[in-house]
Structures are given as C-alpha cells and as structure tokens.
C-alpha cells in the first residue's frame, strides 16, 4: 500500500490514535508540513463544519499517513447499533448529530479497536475537524446460506485480542453488528481469532455461538455459529469493569462454580477489554454461577439454573474489593 504525507509528530500522532476517544483536531497542529490532510479551512459543507479521517499504519515515531484510496469510514450511532452509516476516507462530511463508534476499513486493513466520537453542529465553526485512524491487516468473515438468518436475527462479531493492550493503554474491543444480508456478502474484521453469534432481536436472546476461528489476512472465512448440543447450554458473561480501576490490565481470571461440589471450570473464551471482560463457556449444565478470582475486583455471585440447548447471557458488574458488600 502507498504511502504518502509527510510525518505527523511522535507525540501527536500517539494523541490521535491511542485515544480511546477519536481526538477531533484542527489540521492546523501540523504546522507548515506538506500532508494529504487538507487545511481545515476547506472543511466546511454546507455551512457546517466537517469531519474527515485519514489513516496511518503505525504509532512509531516517523510513520506516515496511508493513501486512502478504497478506504471508508463506517459510523455506527449509539442508538441504533445495527446499523453504519458509511462515508469516503480522506474526504470531509458531515454526520446527522449524534454519538457514533467508529470503524475505519480498506484495502486488506481496518481499525482494530472501536472509538467514539460525537458529533454536533455548535462545536464545529468555519473550520472542519480531522481525526488519523491506525488500522491493522484484516479479513473478512462471511457467514453461509446453510446458517439460517431469519427476520429480527443479527450477527454479531467479537474480536478475541484486537491490540486490547497497545502503547501502554487498554483499548475497547473490536465487535461489530450485521444484518443478514451483510453478513452473507461478508463484514471485515482484523485478522486473529474471532467468535461469532447470532442474536434474535425480538426476545434478546443469542440462539448460536461459534467457537473461535481465525480471520486470514486479506482473506475470507466461513463462520457457522451453532446452538449447544442436545442436553448442554452455552454461556456468555459480559462482566462490567468499575468506572474506577488503576488496573485494567492486572489478574482477572473468570470461573464457573458448580452450586454442587467439584471443580472449578475456567471460561473456554476470556477477552478482557477496557471497560468490560468477556467470558464464554461452550457445552455448560446444570446450576452456578460466574466467579471472579481477582486481586482487586469481584463479581457478587449470582445462581443460575442453566437451561439444555439455550445460549445463555449474563451481564453483570464488578466491584473494587474493599467496597460495601
């Protein structure tokens, strides 16, 4: 892929992109330098202030911006996460009002953690705003005509360690929504493993996972999310971490304890995230409840009474030891 521009600073390009939050910036803080993004000046459409963002492959000081030629900028609004709304990379435009994640894919890459930004007319004056986007090699995955997509289903995609920890910082995972048709054409997602579910809208339920599979670079993949087997249920914890943690990245590991005696079993897929540890178990029965072992955290225990051939969902909040109980 080429490359053109001249180098954005170390320390603001770190700025721009690690920020879990997209950092809306003036152009103007690249001074006098030559670069693909244009002068902020121009960013205005319609009389409004524009958004626009460009892409970069690297964090490291003297990399470069990315021609974003086949690029496209994919925002997702915070109240209707099944849909994007799709704009051209290294263009200015102007999205309806409101708080959006943010995914930037291309030629064989895309961006391999979901920021936010939120967008509102007042806070964009004569001058547009341009955010740079690191991406990372990707794949795409397709789901096929033999996994029934009926009325009200979605795919729902996770990634399994997308750059979760990157310069120093806990990211926020990568997870996409599909509709069926968009799922058979195929929904990019960063190369590694991912685990795919379907998810029924009407009862808010998931009715199939799959187990992990790795998404090739610039390649394709067939998922095909199952039920559980006969007499058995899966289970998907979504553990919500406190607002306040020094931590993020310290121990944290999630069990299922047994209301009967016996072994512990640890979650056959851990994905700790910036704000949120996930913990999947394939192939569950009978009655407990998810378990924290943790330094600094846990999860007071709930019972549950797992149901044979249900995917079950649990979401449930973490707090600091040495809180009230």
Known sequence: MSQSGVLLPANRLRSLIILTVIGLVTCGILGAQQVSIPDPSTGVVDGMGAVGFWVTDSVAE?????????????????????????????????????????????????????????????????????????????????????????????????HLNSHLVHSGYMQREMSRRALADAARRGVMMPAGPIVAGIFDNSSQEYLALSKPIDVPVDGRVEVRPQPPSPGTSHLLTILQRPERVAELTSDVGVFWARAESGPRRAADVLIPAHSRVYAIWYGLSGKGHPEVDSSHVYVKPRMIALEPGRVHRLILQMETRGSSR
């Open 62 to 158: 003297g990399a470069s911006l990315l021609d974003t030629t086949g690029y496209s900028v994919h925002l997702v609004p915070h109240e209707d996460l099944d849909h994007e709304f799709i704009y051209p990379c290294g263009e200015w435009f102007v999205p309806s009002p409101g708080r959006y994640s943010v995914i930037v894919e291309g030629p064989g890459m895309m961006t391999p953690f979901l920021t936010y930004i939120s967008y509102h007319p007042q806070q964009f004056k004569n001058r547009g705003r341009a955010a740079v986007a690191l991406v990372v090699p990707a794949g795409t995955v397709v789901i096929p005509e033999s996994v029934e997509l009926g009325p009200g289903k979605v795919v729902r995609l996770l």
